[in-house]
């Protein structure tokens, strides 16, 4: 699916002044598979259209699923006439220098290159990655997952004169594979397919999946190896609650008036960055913003946040390109999308000995906030947890519900490991992240 710029330029021009359009085109190819076997794959096209237009100091917001003119009146005329009904904007001070689309439209957007092995996009790829992994773990072991290829035509126009567009590709796999009532699983992500390492996993299935006793449950506290896909979730869900730019003026964060002071470990440092090409790059937001290389944490001290155009005062006065869509269900408040936490010096056994004993986390699952002033969430561990006795794997451990401040474990990290895994989130495009080992504290085990 490709998005016409006369589209773009016919809808613009029947809204009318004031109008921004940001146009999302969803290409997904997907294979399932459960019990070893595929059980679904189909494609999935949508075009989504987010129309919003600003006159008189008021704004109003809608969405269509297509750019057919006779539509595009009819939400004009409707959000026209919602105009009258709403109360204005904020003050224009608010709003930072960077309230017009005008200026953000003189800096360049970074050229993004779609993957041709995502763009032509070839079920028998598929059924090849789904076959070699099945082929490759034991016989006693059974298979679930799935395969998804993703291209997303991407356009942010305005009646002013902006039109940014970009195709952006992406590949997965999450194999989870079980054996005698115990799962272990594998998630790899890539722009580009050809660089995802398909053979490895059933290695690393294999090996989580080792032969060792069960164990009864540890109550209190002990230190924590949380291995990358769970560090993925902890991170990306501390940036969400804590690292945007309104969030941070309003005082809703709790790093809220702490710039230049030490919210973290000392061992963390933290960047936003939609160029970077080890997460999966993008090159402006849904307002048009540039995306910028952003530093929010260096070596444990907060150093910036995240803005959109109406936060933009708070980044100089340019927004770092973290605006989200309007409607979007995650909230309207920009939060980071780019993250990537810079690696340590530690290896994956180096961590393990240090760890000594203490539970050993692949992946946490249900991280939800309960209440995100005091980063206070809840969440299980899923897939292969084990206990650890003097840096060794001697059991696996049943699964724990934990609730703590991610802030408070953020300040207990001890090590991190030297390997970093690019992950995803549903409200974030790409997490990069190694291994971090957390004193006995923060987290306690019920």
Not at 20 to 49: C, F, K, P
Not at 150 to 172: C, H, M, P
Not at 376 to 396: C, Q, S
Request: charged share 25%.
């Amino acid at each position: 699916m490709s998005i016409d710029q006369a589209q773009i330029e016919q809808a613009l021009e029947i809204v009318g002044e004031g109008t921004r359009l940001d146009v999302l085109g969803e290409n997904a190819d997907l294979l399932r598979y459960a019990e070893s076997a595929i059980t679904a794959q189909h494609s999935e096209r949508r075009l989504r259209v987010r129309v919003r237009i600003t006159r008189d100091g008021r704004a109003a917001a809608g969405t269509l699923e297509t750019l057919n003119p006779q539509a595009v009146r009819t939400l004009a005329g409707r959000l026209t006439a919602a105009l009258t009904e709403l109360p204005p904007l904020p003050a224009q001070a608010e709003w930072g220098e960077a309230g017009h689309s005008a200026r953000t439209a003189r800096a360049e957007a970074p050229v993004i290159v779609p993957a041709p092995s995502v763009l032509e996009s070839d079920p028998a790829v598929r059924h090849r990655w789904f076959a070699r992994v099945r082929d490759g773990l034991d016989a006693s072991m059974t298979l679930g997952g799935a395969i998804r290829y993703d291209v997303l035509d991407r356009v942010v126009a305005d009646s002013d004169g902006l039109f940014r567009a970009e195709t952006l590709t992406k590949a997965s796999i999450q194999a989870i594979a079980k054996q005698d009532g115990r799962s272990a699983s594998v998630k790899l992500v890539h722009w580009d397919a050809d660089r995802i390492p398909v053979d490895e996993i059933p290695g690393r299935l294999r090996e989580a999946l080792m032969p060792l006793p069960g164990r009864e449950p540890h109550h209190g506290t002990c230190r924590v190896l949380l291995k990358p896909q769970a560090v993925n979730s902890l991170i990306a869900t501390y940036g969400y609650a804590a690292l945007g730019a309104n969030q941070y003026a309003t005082g809703r964060s709790v790093v809220a008036g702490r710039m230049g002071e030490r919210v973290v470990g000392e061992l963390l440092t933290l960047v936003d960055d939609g160029g970077d090409p080890d997460g999966l790059p993008s090159g402006f937001d849904a307002e048009g913003n540039v995306r910028r290389r952003t530093t929010l944490i260096e070596n444990g001290m907060l150093t910036g946040v995240v803005s959109d155009q109406r936060r933009a005062g708070l980044t100089d006065g340019v927004p770092t390109g973290h605006a989200v869509p309007d409607g979007w269900r995650f909230g309207g408040d920009p939060v980071p999308s780019h993250l990537l936490l810079s690696p340590g010096e530690s290896t994956e056994d180096e961590l393990l000995t240090e760890c000594g004993s203490g539970l050993v986390v692949n992946r946490l699952d249900y991280l939800r906030v309960l209440h995100p002033k005091q980063t206070l969430v809840t969440g299980t561990t899923r897939d292969a947890t084990y206990w650890a006795e003097d840096g060794k794997l001697v059991g696996w451990h049943p699964q724990v519900r934990f609730t703590f401040r991610m802030d408070e474990v953020l300040n207990a990290v001890l090590a991190v490991g030297s390997v970093r895994e690019r992950c995803d989130q549903t409200f974030m495009e790409s997490v990069v992240v190694p291994s971090l080992l957390i004193d006995a504290g923060p987290l306690v085990i019920p």
